[in-house]
Each structure stands twice: as structure tokens, then as C-alpha cells.
């Protein structure tokens, strides 16, 4: 079944299924976390970051929401990008960029159940 979904403001509205979302998301929970290690010291607001990732994950927010951090969180975990994240002091700013964007954007919809898990997650 195609639908639209992901459509937010950083990701334009499109069709894609059922498929492509879950394959997304998939790919965000198998490699958020690695390169959350790599880019911890880069990354002053860490908690709200954490926290969106779990906004992302929560099946009872909106689809506009979630796929506004999809696109966001997918760009974070995908290597390519427009400043590679190997260089040293500006590799993660592109990433800092979009990611405080989207949070920002939908910073109504992380509640407190989502930070709250954000700092326990930061805690271990």
C-alpha cells in the first residue's frame, strides 16, 4: 500500500510504503547510536538530540513529526553528506545544522517521557 508519509518541513511530502519507512527506520536504529559515540564531543545539545531520536521512534506522534526527524536523523547516520564527518572540528556542523533545525521544529511534540528516556539512555 503506498501512502503519503514523511512529509514534514525538511522532508518534502512523497509517496513512499509501508516498505520504505520501515527499511528507514530500520537503518536509523541500527546505526544512531554508533555514530552518536563518534560525534558525542561535537554535539553541545546531546539530550534534546537523544531525546528526538526517541520522538522519532514513538508510534503516537504525528507522521509529519516523525518524518521531519527521520529525514533528519537518517542524514545524521548516513556518512555522506555535505561536510564530511571525518574532518576534524567542522565534520559533524552540517549534521548539528539539520538535526537542531528539525528539533527545533517539532520541539512541542518531545515530551517528557522522550527526554526522560533520553537521559537515561545518556546515563548508561
Request: glycine share 6%; proline share 6%; aromatic share 8%.
Amino acid at each position: 500500500m503506498i501512502k503519503p508519509a514523511l512529509d514534514g518541513e525538511i522532508l518534502g511530502p512523497e509517496m513512499v510504503d509501508e516498505e520504505d519507512q520501515e527499511r528507514v527506520e530500520a537503518k536509523i536504529r541500527r546505526r544512531f547510536w554508533p555514530t552518536l559515540r563518534k560525534a558525542a564531543r561535537h554535539i553541545p545539545f546531546m539530550h534534546d538530540l537523544v531525546a528526538a531520536y526517541y520522538c522519532a521512534l514513538d508510534p503516537s506522534v504525528p507522521w509529519k513529526v516523525r518524518g521531519t526527524l527521520f529525514g533528519a536523523l537518517l542524514y545524521f547516520v548516513t556518512p555522506l553528506d555535505a561536510i564530511p564527518d571525518f574532518l576534524v572540528g567542522i565534520g559533524f556542523t552540517d549534521d548539528a545544522t539539520v538535526l537542531l533545525g528539525a528539533i527545533t521544529i517539532v520541539a512541542a511534540h518531545i515530551t517528557a517521557e522522550h527526554r526522560r528516556r533520553a537521559e537515561k539512555a545518556l546515563a548508561d
